[in-house]
């Protein structure tokens, strides 16, 4: 079983629109693959709104603990924010405009550390799970889905990643599906090397701007840390001559192979709004064959490598 990871430098490349394409022409195309898919994007999980998810489970994600102070024991001496590095014990004039009775926790600010718990003279705080977001299997009209939401301000979006990312790789080898097709996080943090880890390739959407040709250096220089095959798709690369010769050099300076280019076209923003990939909204459009041509390379690189760990 393979797995295919999508990212971008940054939001808005197109890597979703991609990641559809490829779900759709797994399924579809004259070189099939039989696929799971991954929205791995956690923060601003999308490519449901292209596959129509309907969903089959759903699960609770539980990040973090923070700290719950036990006012039946609690005697007010201070010491917890005395030891709090995160300013996240509020004094009692902190609280209720200086009239607070008891120290408490700024739920949003307490990291998890529990310094406070074992500084605690009365053991009076303890440390609670606090559910930060939820999971899903779903079924969508090309294969099964796995994706999640992460509550707003939650951290840990790296190891809600890992967890959507486990689990659809278990249902491929559970069930025997060839390939895993990841859509991956924007950026280069954790939860982009959360999505890469494994992978059997890596595939950076980027485009010609400036940003475009800074962000894609970033990426590469994670895939290549963590030693993942990966290649490249340039977007709307007729948009910018200057900037697509800058990729272009970087690429064969890199040893990257450009696995396609996909022209800027009007097509993919109309199918995106009509919640379809491009390649089954319009088969005959630009964009859509560049798209078949990439998902073709795809195939036989795959058919080039071992199974994913
Ligand atoms: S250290 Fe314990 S007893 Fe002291 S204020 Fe904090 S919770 Fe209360
Ligand atoms: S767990 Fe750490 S961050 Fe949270 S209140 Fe206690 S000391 Fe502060």
């Excluded at 004259?30 to 998810?53: E, F, T």
């Excluded at 007010?76 to 995160?86: I, K």
């Excluded at 606090?130 to 951290?155: C, M």
């Amino acid at each position: 079983m393979k797995q295919i990871v999508l990212l971008s430098g940054k939001g808005g490349t197109g890597k979703t629109s991609v990641a559809a394409a490829f779900a759709h022409l797994a399924h579809v195309s004259a070189s099939p693959l039989s696929a799971v898919l991954a929205d791995a994007d956690v923060d601003a999980a999308n490519l449901g709104l292209v596959l129509h998810p309907k969903q089959e489970e759903a699960h609770d994600f539980t990040g973090g603990a923070i700290a719950v102070i036990n006012y039946s024991e609690c005697i007010d001496c201070g010491v917890c924010e005395n030891v709090c590095r995160f300013d996240a014990i509020l004094t009692p004039s902190m609280q209720n405009n200086g009239s607070g009775e008891h120290y408490s926790i700024d739920t949003i600010a307490c990291d998890g550390c529990a310094a406070c718990v074992y500084a605690c003279p009365v053991d009076a705080i303890h440390m609670e799970p606090q559910q930060a977001g939820r999971w899903f299997r779903s079924t969508s009209r090309y294969g099964t889905l796995f994706h999640a939401d992460l509550f707003p301000a939650q951290e840990n979006s790296g190891k809600l990643v890992t967890l959507v990312k486990q689990q659809a790789r278990l249902f491929a080898m559970d069930n025997d599906f060839e390939v895993v097709i990841v859509d991956g996080p924007p950026g280069i943090g954790c939860p982009v090397i959360a999505a890469a880890s494994g992978a059997t390739i890596a595939i950076i959407v980027t485009e010609p701007t400036i940003t475009g040709v800074h962000d894609l250096n970033r990426t590469l220089e994670t895939t290549y840390h963590f030693k993942i095959p990966t290649f490249v798709i340039i977007n709307k690369a007729d948009l910018n001559a200057l900037a697509l010769n800058d990729i272009v050099s970087m690429c064969s300076i890199k040893n990257i192979e450009i696995i396609g280019q996909i022209p800027f076209d009007q097509t993919i923003t109309e199918a995106m709004r009509k919640g379809d990939p491009v390649t089954a909204y319009n088969s005959e459009a630009r964009s859509s064959k560049a798209l078949v041509t990439i998902w073709e390379r795809v195939v036989e690189i795959l058919s080039h490598t071992g199974d994913s760990e």
